[in-house]
């Protein structure tokens, strides 16, 4: 059930699509299609990844057979850009939501949860040519059955092991696909960023970003977490990995 094929993936997405069984990360194939000059809306998808970037650094486990590697071309303006991994984050809240997943959430900034479990990872990558920015590549791994062990089995998890549902590859990479078209296009929203506010679960909680600690109070409309620290000053985080405390 839900193999990922190229036919079964352009039966709905009417767009420029690269389908690989096997790569190293499909983040570089569109960084360089989108440097060749292919349009906002391309994508590159891949059964596997063998060398899948996460973020800081991280490596990102894409088996052969269990998940989605994707990325999306997209040419924001500047002003823009920086809410590209905020429509990532609602696009797959909202495909889970589609195939009937319930208890999603985000935590800060774009880690979408199933059950508290991270879920989907999203990479943006810029590209500038001196000053201009050329566009933006939005990859989005989702773990549809992944399976983890160890460490990361207590902080990740995957959409059919959470959620009890059976889900077909090919139909959630295409409502996926579908659902960052539909924000890409608005992205100067109010409501992409009430949308991904409302479904923030960091909000109200003890955290501790980097060497900030304090109660998560709320995100401004750049992304940016607000910490109220214990000596009662409101500080902005714009990146950073959220520890609860
Ligand atoms: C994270 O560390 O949370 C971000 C992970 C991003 C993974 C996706 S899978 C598609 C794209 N290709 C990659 O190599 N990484 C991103």
Redesign the pocket.
């Known amino acids: 059930m839900g193999d990922l094929t190229r036919d079964g993936l352009m039966a709905g997405i009417d767009a420029p699509l690269q389908y690989y069984e096997s790569v190293?990360?499909?983040?570089?194939l569109a960084l360089n299609w989108l440097k060749d000059g292919v349009s906002a809306g391309a994508v590159v998808i891949?059964d596997e990844?063998r060398?899948?970037?996460?973020?800081?650094g991280?490596h990102?486990q894409?088996p052969p057979g269990t998940?989605?590697?994707?990325?999306f071309v997209l040419r924001p303006t500047p002003d823009t850009a920086g809410r590209v991994t905020m429509l990532g984050a609602v696009a797959v809240a909202e495909t889970c939501e589609h195939f009937g997943v319930t208890d999603i959430g985000i935590k800060w900034a774009?880690?979408v949860q199933v059950q508290g479990k991270?879920i989907?990872?999203?990479?943006p990558e810029a590209v500038w040519e001196q000053s201009r920015l050329l566009g933006v590549?939005l990859?989005?791994?989702?773990n549809i059955r992944t399976t983890f062990s160890g460490e990361l089995a207590q902080t990740a998890g995957s959409i059919e092991a959470l959620s009890g549902q059976v889900i077909d590859r090919n139909a959630f990479a295409i409502t996926l696909y579908h659902r960052v078209m539909h924000w890409y296009g608005r992205m100067r929203s109010p409501e992409l960023f009430d949308n991904w506010r409302q479904r923030l679960t960091t909000i109200g909680q003890q955290v501790q970003v980097g060497d900030v600690a304090g109660q998560a109070v709320d995100v401004d409309e750049s992304g940016a977490l607000l910490i109220r620290t214990d000596s009662g000053q409101t500080q902005r985080v714009i990146a950073g990995d959220v520890l609860i405390t």
């Open positions: 190293e990360s499909t983040n570089p891949a990844q060398l899948g970037r996460g973020r800081l991280r990102w894409t998940a989605l590697a994707m990325s774009n880690d991270k989907c990872g999203i990479l590549i990859g989005i791994g989702v």
